[in-house]
Structures are given as C-alpha cells and as structure tokens.
C-alpha cells in the first residue's frame, strides 16, 4: 500500500540551516506542524525553548514546559511543542513577562528580538492577497494564515477595502486581530528584507521595477547610511509608511 501524506519525521541534516540544532548528537529533530509558516521560515516552539532561548536543557524539558502553558505565541498560550514560530511572531513567556518578536536577521537569518510589553499587544501582517466572501465583504490574506474580514455597506462599491492592496502590511492587535492601521508597498514606505543575501537590512523603498511576478520584480532601497540594495519584490515586508518611524522596534543598528 502507497505511503499516505507527507513524512512524519525530519532528518537533522535536512533542517533549515538556521535552525541551532547541527551541533547535537541524533540523526532525527523536531519537524514543524503545518501551521501558519512554511518549515523552511519557521522554527518549532520545542527548539526556540531549548536551544534559543535556553528554558531548557533536554526536549523532554521542554515538552512539559510547553505543555504546562508557560508560552505564548501572538497572544495565545501554545501547548503544541512542533507549533512553527515564523516572521513578525510575538512570543512570550508567562512567568517572567519577557516578551520577543521574531525578525529577520543578516547571516542568521532570523533573531528574537526583546520588546516592551506594549509592543507585544500587535503584529505587523504582510497583504498576500484578498477575496471576496458572502455578503460582498472583503477578507484580508495575511503571511501567517490569518484572515482578516472587511465588512462593506456597499458590495459593488467596497470603498472600505480599496486601500489595502497586495503586498502592503496590516498591523492588527493580538489576539483579537483589529485593524490597528495599514502601510502600502510603495515608494517612500519603509521595509525589512527577510529573505536572499540582503536578509535582515533596512531601508526605504527607492524604486519598485515590475517584472513577471514577484520573484522577477525588483526593489531598490535606501538604508539609513545612504546605502542602496536590491532585493526580490518577494522578500519585501513594509513595516512603515512614507515618512514615518518603523511601527514595531529594531534590533540596534538596523535602521538609524
């Protein structure tokens, strides 16, 4: 008989490479749920308890930390030690009140960086699309799985929804998920690169170069020594509108 859906475990040669796990003896790690991250963004809550933030020394340990519900991933407490912790995420642990949000990172590619308790009330969510539901409403589709739903008075005129376009990022209030505001991909925002040699690096956008879909776009930004880069249109996550401050706080130097 057929062998049916995907494989249950994950070699530690075959894990992403910033995951902090090479350095341990054993052929199998911890593969990711499916959630709301692909496995190659993302990092199982069990190794963000052990090896990142160091709770723990063995993944038993850190099962039944898990399990006693002492994190909580965007606002949620998280029993689910394969539970994938990906981009813009805010993890908190209970107990100690530290709270981190989940960036991405020159070389690591990903840190955990600490944030005040007031920032851990929000997340930033990158437009990946939207479509229309019953009733002529417009739901949002964020980079994390989430949906967020725009109710219009009007279905053949949605004036509510028209500003938020593809790629442009919401930040909403966790866990209740309220629109808290909207930043465009356009000229002037502000962006983080979380993917390709550029990842981790700040800047504002300078130019959007279209080209056959977003992997064949490019964007050329402007960091705060003057500096330009370029980067896929798919690597893109604004986290500002023009002329204004980064909404969610940076690891030292990385922008300003």
């Known amino acids: 008989m057929a062998r049916m859906g995907g494989r249950r475990h ?22 990711p749920s499916p959630g709301p991250h692909p496995i190659e963004r993302s990092i199982p809550l069990l190794i963000l308890v052990r090896d990142v933030l160091g709770y723990a020394k063995t993944g038993r340990e850190a099962r039944k930390l898990i399990a006693e519900g002492h994190f909580k991933v965007d606002g949620r407490i ?8 990906g ?3 805010v993890v908190e642990i209970v107990d100690t009140g530290e709270a981190y949000r989940v960036l991405p990172y020159p070389v690591r590619f990903f840190t955990l960086h600490p944030i005040p308790k007031e920032e851990a009330s929000f997340k930033l969510g990158r437009l990946e699309d939207k479509s229309t539901v019953k009733g002529g409403h417009i739901q949002l589709h964020l980079h994390d799985g989430r949906n967020v739903l725009i109710r219009v008075s009007d279905p053949t005129n949605p004036v509510e929804a028209k500003e938020y376009k593809t790629l442009g990022t919401v930040k909403i209030s966790i866990p209740q998920q309220e629109l808290l505001g909207y930043a465009p991909l356009d000229v002037g925002s502000l962006a983080i690169v979380f993917g390709g040699r550029n990842v981790g690096r700040v800047g504002r956008i300078v130019s959007i170069q279209r080209g056959l879909g977003r992997k064949g776009s490019i964007v050329t930004l402007e960091d705060a020594r003057g500096e330009k880069l370029q980067t896929s249109l798919d690597y893109v996550f604004v986290i500002a509108p023009p002329e204004e401050e980064p909404w969610i706080s940076l690891p030292e130097g990385a922008w300003k």
């Open 10 to 31: 994950l070699r530690t040669l075959a894990a992403p490479k910033f995951w902090p796990v090479r350095q341990r003896a054993g052929v199998f790690t911890v593969k």
């Open 78 to 85: 998280r029993r689910n030690y394969k539970y994938p912790v």
């Open 87 to 89: 981009f813009m995420d």
